[in-house]
């Protein structure tokens, strides 16, 4: 009997009932026992919707991040925080997350090539792993309590090793001990009669050197007798150049990624040990398309003759990727609605293709003949391609994606139209979007607002945000963004090509919830977007505000895209519609443009025989959308939340006029390598963290600015903060912001002297 199961289920709620919590939480309107009991009503509701499987997923859920809640299980709290005892009250998790009023926020990146992001766990010489388990084990407790069998999921040892950071040592001498406290944490899962276990270790996706590859030896040689079961879940590559490798660890089982990685099939069929079983990912857990049962049929069929009740039939990963439900969408279009699954269809749809394999297709003739007929309307939808599109992308060689003029002379061109100081200080682009601001677009949304009242309430913003800069005496302005829902639905809004849900809401990080669009067709701009906007905020000021415009990359990878054509193809239909909005925005006046590219590292591909190809295609995306530029128009980019400088030579050949980085909670480290480089062009390395609440002081902005002019020449330097604004509040932007440009005029006198 082939088994159904899941790898893990989205934690944030239908309609997104624990960010609602987290947020309450921290404004002191729930206490700590009802944000428990909330949880606890979540898990019980999602593993109800998992009753129809071979088993019930547990410890996917949390109330922040996996990562930070397996650093906090083993013990591997960052002394700094000054956290005594094993078990964290409420308050001190969310802190390390968050910061508190004396430490920042552990550090923050990119969960693989996803949207996600996890809590960097910091380690040092002196950490010591110790396990506590109460609160995974109570969890457990629960899940056993719905009278279903359940399968427990951690995040391998290796794979929480590898994602770690440790500023004074090699991470690798702390294997053995973190290995022994999973050992015990088995063995107590092996007494409570768990008969399977499955471990996540995603780093076999990546380029591992022998060092980290022996590490799987040794950890798992702790892990070889008392224990259940082992299913060792891999994703988002091909990890059969590990076959031989892998196939020699003391595990059970292995979970492949068929939809990322298809072609690993074969080999590991071929090497799978007699007693293994295999989950196959079929069901895509990183998009939102339906299923073709019949396409997978094709694929399973043959697995369940050779390892008959061996087979396990799976998503691809995680649907933590994926929004919850398509129960409550009731005004998406009903084609397009009907090419979509998210969570509870995936779900769905491998119990669907279990029963078919251990029944006949018989028993599935009502799904099948669904799936089918999906996937013939998609295939001959009149709405998915646009001639006038393909026309345009067939003419990309006559495009040329170079700007006029070499970077030096357009510098001199643009400081003589805009006359900035030295270190000229700017932000990333959003403000704080107030309770009022969301007050008027759902009432606008809900048509209780007329268009002609709801701009004018955004103009108001508008004008409220440039009036707060220009009292700050910040040089370059941001008209801060009020109108805007999101950095990428605001613009798919707008294009066409996209497809809109209602509650479709996936989690990025903490209480942050986005909500992408589906790009289900051929893409073009039908009107301009943002120009009348950005013309009347600079009719508010004589200082130069930036128009601000979201990358095709970005654009790209923060929605559900289309699997109907190469990804690049979709990049250069959204680069074009960029380029035309670059092309009218200056005619409109508009000096200074930001092509926001904050993904372009994340689309990178996960093993770096793939790199050049991406990065090939990536650069020219935005290259195209920017060439478009008249050499006194300076463009702008924006990064964060990742590692760039693998990767430094692609950013330079972007040859955006200055680049803007998240750097703060990794105290100026990623802007080493752009140092070590001698990055080309103008570079602002974030001189505090937004998504923490506190307000740094005007002293750890100064040390993380004279941080930066050690690295880079401080002709090349902007000050801003990390990233937008948008989460947080007046009070606290103003007095950040404040003791930012201080800081800038200081610094200004004395470098410049």
Same mark, same amino acid.
């Given at each position: 009997?082939? @088994?159904?199961?899941?790898?893990?289920?989205?934690?944030?709620?239908?309609?997104? !009932?624990?960010?609602? !919590?987290?947020? &309450?939480?921290?404004?002191?309107? %729930?206490?700590?026992?009802?944000?428990?009991?909330?949880?606890?009503?979540? *898990?019980?509701?999602?593993?109800?919707?998992?009753?129809?499987?071979?088993?019930?997923?547990?410890?996917?859920?949390?109330?922040?991040?996996?990562?930070?809640?397996? #650093?906090?299980?083993?013990?591997?709290?960052?002394?700094?925080?000054?956290?005594?005892?094993?078990?964290?009250?409420?308050?001190?998790?969310?802190?390390?997350?968050?910061?508190? +009023?004396?430490?920042?926020?552990?550090?923050? /990146?990119?969960?693989?090539?996803?949207?996600?992001?996890?809590?960097?766990?910091?380690?040092?010489?002196?950490?010591?792993?110790?396990?506590?388990?109460?609160?995974?084990?109570?969890?457990?407790?629960?899940?056993?309590?719905?009278?279903?069998?359940?399968?427990?999921?951690?995040?391998?040892?290796?794979?929480?090793?590898?994602?770690?950071? #440790?500023?004074?040592?090699?991470?690798?001498?702390?294997?053995?001990?973190?290995?022994?406290?999973? +050992?015990?944490?088995?063995?107590?899962?092996?007494?409570?009669?768990?008969?399977?276990?499955?471990?996540?270790?995603?780093?076999? #996706?990546?380029?591992?050197?022998?060092?980290?590859?022996?590490?799987?030896?040794?950890?798992?040689?702790?892990?070889?007798?008392?224990?259940?079961?082992?299913?060792?879940?891999?994703?988002?590559?091909?990890?059969?150049?590990?076959?031989?490798?892998?196939?020699?660890?003391?595990?059970?089982?292995?979970?492949?990624?068929?939809?990322?990685?298809?072609?690993?099939?074969?080999?590991?069929?071929?090497?799978?040990?007699?007693?293994?079983?295999?989950?196959?990912?079929?069901?895509?857990?990183?998009?939102?398309?339906? =299923?073709?049962?019949?396409?997978?049929?094709?694929?399973?069929?043959?697995?369940?003759?050779?390892?008959?009740?061996?087979?396990?039939?799976?998503?691809?990963?995680?649907?933590?990727?994926?929004?919850?439900?398509?129960?409550?969408?009731?005004?998406?279009?009903?084609?397009?609605?009907?090419?979509?699954?998210?969570?509870?269809?995936?779900?769905?749809?491998?119990?669907?293709?279990?029963?078919?394999? =251990?029944?006949?297709?018989?028993?599935?003739?009502?799904?099948?003949? &669904?799936?089918?007929?999906?996937?013939?309307?998609?295939?001959?939808?009149?709405?998915?391609? =646009?001639?006038?599109?393909?026309?345009?992308?067939? !003419?990309?060689?006559?495009?040329?994606?170079?700007?006029?003029?070499?970077?030096?002379?357009?510098?001199?061109?643009?400081?003589?139209?805009?006359?900035?100081?030295?270190?000229?200080?700017?932000?990333?682009?959003?403000?704080?979007?107030?309770?009022?601001?969301?007050?008027?677009? +759902?009432?606008?949304?809900?048509?209780?607002?007329?268009?002609?009242?709801?701009?004018?309430?955004?103009?108001?913003?508008?004008?409220?945000? @440039?009036?707060?800069?220009?009292?700050?005496?910040?040089?370059?302005?941001?008209?801060?963004?009020?109108?805007?829902? $999101?950095?990428?639905?605001?613009?798919?809004?707008?294009?066409?090509?996209?497809?809109?849900?209602?509650?479709?809401?996936?989690?990025?990080?903490?209480?942050?919830?986005?909500?992408?669009?589906?790009?289900?067709?051929?893409?073009?701009?039908?009107?301009?977007? /943002?120009?009348?906007?950005?013309?009347?905020?600079?009719?508010? /000021?004589?200082?130069?505000?930036?128009?601000? %415009?979201?990358?095709?990359?970005?654009?790209?990878?923060?929605?559900?895209?289309?699997?109907?054509?190469?990804?690049?193809?979709?990049?250069?239909?959204?680069?074009?519609?960029?380029? $035309?909005?670059?092309?009218?925005?200056?005619?409109?006046?508009?000096?200074?443009?930001?092509?926001?590219?904050?993904?372009?590292?994340?689309?990178?591909?996960?093993?770096?025989?793939?790199?050049?190809?991406?990065?090939?295609?990536?650069?020219?995306?935005?290259?195209?959308?920017?060439?478009?530029?008249?050499? $006194?128009?300076?463009?702008?980019?924006?990064?964060?939340?990742?590692?760039?400088?693998?990767?430094?030579?692609?950013?330079?050949?972007?040859?955006?006029?200055?680049?803007?980085?998240?750097?703060?909670?990794?105290?100026?480290?990623?802007?080493?390598?752009?140092?070590?480089?001698?990055?080309?062009?103008?570079?602002?390395?974030?001189?505090?963290?937004?998504?923490?609440?506190?307000?740094?002081?005007? #002293?750890?902005?100064?040390?993380?600015?004279?941080?930066?002019?050690?690295?880079?020449?401080?002709?090349?330097?902007?000050? =801003?903060?990390?990233?937008?604004?948008?989460?947080?509040?007046?009070?606290?932007? *103003?007095?950040?912001?404040?003791?930012?440009?201080?800081?800038?005029?200081?610094?200004?006198?004395?470098?410049?002297?």
């Amino acid at each position: 009997m082939a @088994i159904a199961h899941i790898l893990g289920y989205p934690r944030i709620g239908e309609k997104r !009932a624990l960010k609602f !919590a987290q947020e &309450a939480f921290w404004k002191g309107e %729930l206490n700590a026992t009802g944000l428990q009991e909330i949880g606890k009503g979540l *898990r019980e509701q999602h593993w109800q919707k998992q009753s129809g499987l071979g088993f019930i997923t547990a410890g996917d859920f949390t109330f922040y991040d996996h990562v930070l809640d397996h #650093a906090v299980m083993f013990g591997a709290v960052p002394e700094r925080f000054g956290f005594q005892g094993g078990v964290l009250s409420e308050e001190q998790y969310f802190a390390l997350a968050r910061g508190n +009023a004396s430490q920042p926020a552990m550090e923050m /990146t990119k969960w693989f090539d996803t949207n996600y992001h996890y809590i960097v766990p910091e380690l040092s010489a002196d950490t010591r792993f110790s396990i506590n388990a109460h609160e995974f084990l109570s969890r457990l407790d629960e899940a056993q309590a719905q009278g279903k069998t359940v399968k427990p999921v951690l995040l391998g040892p290796v794979s929480l090793l590898y994602l770690s950071k #440790a500023r004074d040592h090699d991470r690798l001498q702390l294997l053995d001990g973190l290995a022994e406290q999973y +050992a015990y944490l088995l063995r107590e899962l092996y007494h409570r009669k768990i008969e399977w276990l499955q471990i996540d270790e995603p780093v076999l #996706a990546l380029d591992l050197d022998d060092q980290w590859l022996k590490a799987f030896e040794r950890t798992y040689a702790w892990l070889r007798t008392q224990r259940p079961k082992i299913l060792l879940a891999t994703y988002f590559a091909n990890v059969s150049r590990y076959q031989g490798f892998i196939t020699g660890l003391p595990v059970d089982g292995i979970h492949l990624d068929l939809v990322r990685a298809p072609e690993q099939l074969a080999p590991w069929l071929n090497a799978l040990p007699g007693h293994w079983v295999l989950s196959a990912g079929v069901v895509d857990g990183r998009n939102i398309w339906r =299923n073709d049962l019949r396409r997978s049929l094709d694929i399973l069929q043959p697995l369940a003759q050779k390892l008959g009740d061996r087979l396990w039939v799976a998503p691809s990963c995680s649907l933590l990727h994926t929004p919850v439900t398509l129960a409550h969408e009731e005004n998406l279009d009903p084609e397009i609605k009907h090419w979509l699954a998210f969570a509870d269809e995936k779900i769905a749809e491998v119990a669907t293709l279990a029963r078919a394999l =251990n029944e006949g297709e018989g028993s599935i003739a009502t799904e099948l003949a &669904a799936s089918d007929a999906a996937v013939q309307s998609r295939r001959t939808s009149s709405r998915v391609h =646009n001639a006038d599109v393909q026309a345009r992308i067939a !003419a990309l060689d006559k495009l040329n994606p170079e700007r006029h003029r070499a970077f030096a002379e357009r510098k001199a061109v643009q400081q003589a139209r805009f006359n900035l100081p030295a270190l000229p200080t700017t932000t990333i682009g959003s403000f704080p979007q107030t309770a009022d601001i969301r007050a008027s677009r +759902a009432a606008f949304k809900q048509g209780k607002l007329s268009t002609d009242r709801y701009q004018q309430d955004m103009q108001q913003h508008i004008e409220l945000a @440039i009036r707060e800069q220009e009292a700050l005496d910040i040089d370059v302005l941001v008209h801060g963004e009020a109108e805007r829902n $999101d950095m990428v639905e605001y613009f798919g809004e707008q294009l066409a090509g996209y497809a809109f849900t209602q509650y479709g809401w996936v989690q990025s990080y903490g209480s942050r919830c986005v909500k992408p669009p589906v790009i289900y067709g051929d893409v073009y701009r039908p009107q301009p977007m /943002t120009v009348e906007t950005a013309r009347y905020a600079q009719s508010l /000021t004589s200082r130069p505000v930036k128009g601000m %415009l979201t990358g095709p990359v970005t654009m790209l990878q923060w929605s559900f895209v289309r699997d109907d054509q190469p990804r690049q193809s979709t990049a250069m239909q959204l680069a074009l519609a960029i380029r $035309d909005e670059v092309d009218d925005l200056q005619q409109a006046g508009i000096g200074i443009i930001q092509i926001d590219e904050p993904a372009l590292r994340e689309g990178l591909p996960l093993q770096q025989a793939e790199w050049k190809q991406y990065l090939d295609w990536a650069v020219r995306a935005f290259k195209l959308s920017a060439s478009v530029a008249e050499d $006194d128009t300076q463009i702008h980019t924006h990064m964060c939340y990742s590692e760039f400088n693998d990767i430094l030579p692609a950013i330079a050949a972007m040859d955006a006029d200055v680049i803007t980085i998240e750097t703060s909670r990794s105290h100026m480290e990623l802007l080493d390598g752009f140092g070590e480089f001698t990055y080309p062009n103008d570079i602002g390395p974030g001189v505090y963290d937004i998504h923490s609440p506190r307000v740094p002081t005007i #002293a750890e902005i100064e040390a993380l600015l004279r941080r930066a002019a050690s690295v880079v020449p401080l002709a090349q330097l902007w000050v =801003n903060p990390d990233c937008g604004l948008k989460t947080r509040g007046w009070a606290e932007t *103003r007095t950040a912001l404040d003791n930012m440009v201080k800081v800038a005029k200081q610094l200004r006198n004395e470098l410049a002297a």
